[in-house]
């Protein structure tokens, strides 16, 4: 799991919205709905490397 502190930091890199935990492997954009996974601990904050949600 991701620490709280490093997720307030964290922003969209579309549409530079909030983030939250989705599961333990990755966070989400509600607005955009695109998941990024967290690798070995690090967020991959890349729009290329992200999942459209359901």
């Known amino acids: 799991m991701i620490d709280q502190t490093l997720l307030n930091l964290l ?15 990755a966070l989400s954009c ?8 967290i690798r070995s601990g690090i967020p991959v904050m890349l729009i290329e490397e992200a999942t459209r949600l359901g």
């Open 30 to 37: 509600a607005t955009c709905k695109l998941a990024y996974p």
């Open 11 to 25: 922003a969209c890199p579309k549409c530079k919205g909030t983030v939250q935990a989705y599961g333990p492997e």
